[in-house]
């Protein structure tokens, strides 16, 4: 029997370490200008400044294989983005960017790896993900956004719903119908859009956390068919790659790891404050929060094997985000009425002010890449295999 090993060897350890020597060259000031740029671009843990800085360092696109990246393995990544949520610098361009770039390495074609993966290493380019609409969330596969084929072009028409980030992207991932015949999954195409083209419209969607996604418009825009990721109709299988890649992403559990440990590092020494009843729930969630983390280890691993982790990811997923509310909710209770009234001004007492942000933020994890119940649908059919009911 193999042996099991969680523990990171020397080799893994690099890239923690490498991320640790960035992380001690952000002093409180700068770290503080950090959550300034993301409060002010309403991204929950995005700072395009610290996004390029990662860039710099050769820490963008880590996976990927030379010359755009370094060939590391994911749960290597992994390893490095942990130690970055739980410092407390935000990690969400480097996952979102990721996507797009990774999207491309497995189903692009040799000029469109070419044009962009420069762009996503160097920091240069962002990316966002326009697949969900109103009326198709869940159910993505009733989308409607129509592009028709015209020559050179596509024509793009339609509307869609929860856009992240498309405010201060110059790229959406977009999934349209190309074969309004075509059985639902199979008249879908991938295409690449230009934010800057005319006739889009972005409109801001505010959300609980003081988060902005957005609805976009597309009004007869142009889109170079040489935009087409993979092959026409066959945007669906483009897709779910992002989607397995997305779920197996931290859902709130990384940073509910160290706002935990905040916390426990805040009740050393108030014992006359904690009842027994809190230190019971205090040790159950930190034992949630540890297989927690081995539920993110696993798939990470597992995406290192190059393994189908679209059963796993799900439930990792799930249980992260769920967890974070759980905990979040208790943890407001226990700090009282300062962690709704807080703010993170200087004379302020910033774990109340986070923890009030991570309450109202946690609300949206349970949707944000595919409702909890659906996940739980998934785990069941793609994870033990049960037919789907009709
Ligand atoms: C903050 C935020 C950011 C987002 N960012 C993006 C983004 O960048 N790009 C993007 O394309 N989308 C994005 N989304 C959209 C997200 O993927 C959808 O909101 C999600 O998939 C749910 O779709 P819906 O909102 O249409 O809800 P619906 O699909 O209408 O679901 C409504 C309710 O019905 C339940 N339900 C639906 N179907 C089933 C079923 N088969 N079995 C059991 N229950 C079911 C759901 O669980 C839910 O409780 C974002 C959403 C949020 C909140």
Redesign the pocket.
Known sequence: MSSMNFSPDDEDAQYRDRFREVADSYDWLAMRAVRQESEDLHVERYSLEFHRRLAKEGLVGLTWPTPHGAGARVDQQLLMAEELECQGFPGYGLTTNQRGGGMLLRSGSPEQIAEHLPHVVDGSWTY?????EPGA???LLSLRTRAVRDGDHYIVNGAKL???SAHISQWCSLLVRTDPEGKRHKGLSLLLVDLKSPGIEIQPVW?LGG?R?NAVFYDNVKVPAANLVGEENGGWNVITGNLDEERAMSFGGTETRLIAARLIHRLQGMADQLSEADLETLGRFVMELEADRLLYLRVGLAAGRHEDTSGIGPMSKVNGSELAQRFIQWAADLIGEEALFASDDANEDVLAADIEQQLRVAT?LT?????S??QR?IVSTRHLGLPRSN
């Open positions: 966002c993900q326009g697949l969900s969330g869940s159910d929860w856009t992240s959300v988060w996604v949206v949707v944000i890449g595919g409702t119940e659906v649908n």
